[in-house]
Every structure is written in C-alpha cells, then in structure tokens.
C-alpha cells in the first residue's frame, strides 16, 4: 500500500505507474484548482506521456518572441511546437490515468503528519487515520511530507502573478519579456485572451506593468520553489516528488515536465530514485539555476546586446532545435561557439560548468 500526498501531474502520473495499491490524498476537493501555473509544454512532454487529449489543448505555440528592454526582438521558430493546456483538465487527465491504474483518490483529506512503526506507516490526514507502507510527498513548494520526514532542507521561493486577460496578440507567438521580474511571458490562448506573468522575489510593480490597461478575466497566483542540488529526495520509505522536491528549472520555473519524470522515474526503480534522477536531471537543474544566476545579473543594456547574439542565424537556430527544459542540449554549444556570451554575466557559469 502507497500513499500518495497531492493530486498534481507529479503524484497523478506516479499513481499511473505504480504496481501496488496506491492512495492519493489531496487537500482540495476538485483535482486541477486553483490555478497556479501557466500550462505550456514543450515537445519532451511526449518523452512522458504517449498523448496529449485535443480537448485539453487550448493552443499551440510555434514562436517564441524574446523581447529587450530596448524593445529590440528575436523571433524564436520552435522545431516542435509547445502546447498551452487547460490545467485542470490537463491535472484531471492524469488523475483519471491514476484510478484506471487502480488508485483511489479521497479528495478534501488534508495531510497532518504520520507515524512511522515497524517499517510501517500511519498517516494521519484531517479526516482519520490511514495505513501505508510507503509514502510519496507530491505536495508542492512548502511540502508536509518533506517537513514531517525532516527532509525540507533550505528553500528559497519566488511569487509567481499571472492573469488571463484580454489581449490582442498574434496566435501561435509566445512573448518573453526580458527586464521585467526574474521571467516574465505573454501566452496567448487565441487572438483575444492571453496568460500573461511574471516571476521573482518582488514582482507587484512589473506585473502591473506588464498587465497594464489590459481587462483581467482572471486573477491567478503562487510560490514557487528554486531548486535546491542539496535536497534530499528520500528518507526510508518517503520519497518527494515534483515542487515538493524543488525539481523545477530555474530558467522558465516550469516544473510539469521534471516531476512528471521523477514520478516515472519513482514507480519504476524506488530503491534507486534519489541516485537515477541525480544523476539524469540533476545536470540540467543544476546548470539551469546556474544560467538563471547569469540572468539575474545581467544589466539592460547586457539584455539588449544578448538579443544581438541571439540574432545570429547559427545561434538562432541552435535555440530553435533544442527543448529549453534541457539547457545542457543547448547552452554548451552556445558557449563553445559564442565567446561574446562570456562577457554577458556568463562568464561564472562557463567557468563553472567547464570545470564541473
């Protein structure tokens, strides 16, 4: 018996997997809200899952858009298009995946702690007392399961501020803002609605800029974790997965992708978890907390000359062919090929990943 705390893609997709019992307990009492997440997938979504409904696809994105302070702009044109979903469709799809594969799920069970006696667990959520033989943290940025275990370490958040608004935009065309926030985005959803966000430690003044006069239809926020390469994904029989683990890059804060791998990653080999997923994504984590360093400190006029490198047609079309939730597919040549890169604040993280 395995009990699963949090119904996300990551515990969902875990449940899907798993080859005993599983219990997923999850503290809302509708799977997929509230909201707290953009909902665009790059292509590696495919590496996980065999398909994406169509009714869950609200858009594709073929282009994206980096856009400078000096409002000077590169025009991205994906290989592989990204998908824009209905998040909590998107959640519900992998939490029907996870009762096909036999889980139940309590819905409005709030996780309060556990016991641990014989090697077995009793979990105690605000409803009863349950018994487990394993436990799964999938519970996001400020994780009970990891706080329980004593396995929380040192975190660091960010506020991520998001709204659905009406916004003539162009279809198909995802806009990165650089300058505002630590990531800021314009995702359309169709010619008139758009998600448009922004990300990092202080956000309210750039967010009100980058909404601006736009008519919100939809408030929507959250935390989110940066990833920590010291945290402990395991204690005994618990294990955490997904923001509950910080397994979320720091380039982007897209998380979907890695937790819908650490639970692939879980259900198949659990006694090696913490060691296979170190060492298969711990890489690309790492050197995306490392190129968001880079970011942080990059002055405007560093993010108006970046536009100009990017610009080159050989640069360009390394972005174009590479998923950015891997950056080790496409940071490295980038750097081997563009010495100018090193004097754009990235010279640390040259050094850095060239010594590594």
């Given amino acids: 018996m395995i009990s699963v705390i949090g119904a996300g893609p990551a515990g969902c997709h875990y449940a899907?997997?798993?080859?005993?019992?599983?219990?997923?307990?999850?503290?809302?009492?509708?799977?997929?809200?509230?909201?707290?997440?953009?909902?665009?997938?790059?292509?590696?979504?495919f590496r996980v899952l065999d398909d994406v409904p169509k009714d869950i696809i609200v858009s594709k994105i073929k282009t994206f858009r980096i856009i400078a302070p000096n409002k000077k702009q590169i025009d991205i044109d994906l290989d592989q298009p990204n998908l824009v979903v209905d998040r909590g469709k998107f959640d519900r799809f992998l939490m029907q995946k996870a009762i096909d594969n036999g889980a139940k799920i309590l819905m409005g069970h709030r996780f309060l702690g556990y016991?641990?006696?014989?090697?077995?667990?009793?979990?105690?959520?605000?409803?009863?007392?349950?018994?487990?033989?394993?436990?799964?943290?999938?519970?996001?940025?400020?994780?009970?399961?990891?706080?329980?275990?004593?396995?929380?370490?040192?975190?660091?958040?960010?506020?991520?501020?998001q709204a659905r608004v009406y916004y003539k935009g162009e279809p198909g065309v995802s806009e990165v803002r650089l300058g505002l926030g630590e990531f800021a985005w314009?995702?359309?959803?169709?010619?008139?609605?758009?998600?448009?966000g922004v990300i990092g430690k202080n956000v309210g003044a750039d967010y009100k800029k980058l909404v601006g006069d736009c008519k919100i239809i939809e408030n929507q926020h959250g935390i989110i974790p940066l990833y920590n390469p010291k945290q402990k994904l395991r204690k005994g029989n618990v294990f955490l997965i997904g923001d509950a683990a910080t397994q979320v890059k720091a380039t982007t804060y897209g998380g979907i992708i890695y937790g819908l791998l650490a639970g692939k990653m879980l259900a198949e080999d659990p006694e090696n978890y913490e060691k296979n997923f170190n060492k298969k994504l711990g890489k690309d984590l790492w050197l995306s907390l490392q190129m968001r360093e880079a970011m942080n400190n990059m002055s405007e006029k560093e993010c108006d000359e970046l536009i100009e490198v990017f610009r080159k047609h050989d640069n360009r079309k390394i972005l174009e062919k590479y998923d950015r939730d891997f950056p080790s597919r496409f940071i490295v040549q980038l750097l081997l090929k563009e010495k100018s890169l090193w004097k754009l604040s990235f010279s640390a993280l040259a050094k850095k990943f060239f010594k590594r």
């Fill in 115 to 161: 016991e641990e006696k014989g090697g077995k667990f009793i979990i105690k959520t605000n409803k009863g007392l349950f018994k487990s033989d394993m436990l799964v943290g999938a519970d996001g940025p400020r994780s009970a399961v990891a706080r329980a275990a004593g396995i929380y370490g040192e975190r660091e958040f960010l506020q991520g501020l």
């Fill in 186 to 196: 314009v995702v359309p959803e169709n010619e008139r609605i758009a998600r448009v």
């Fill in 16 to 45: 899907s997997l798993a080859k005993d019992d599983v219990t997923i307990f999850e503290e809302h009492e509708k799977v997929g809200f509230p909201v707290q997440c953009t909902g665009i997938l790059t292509g590696s979504i």
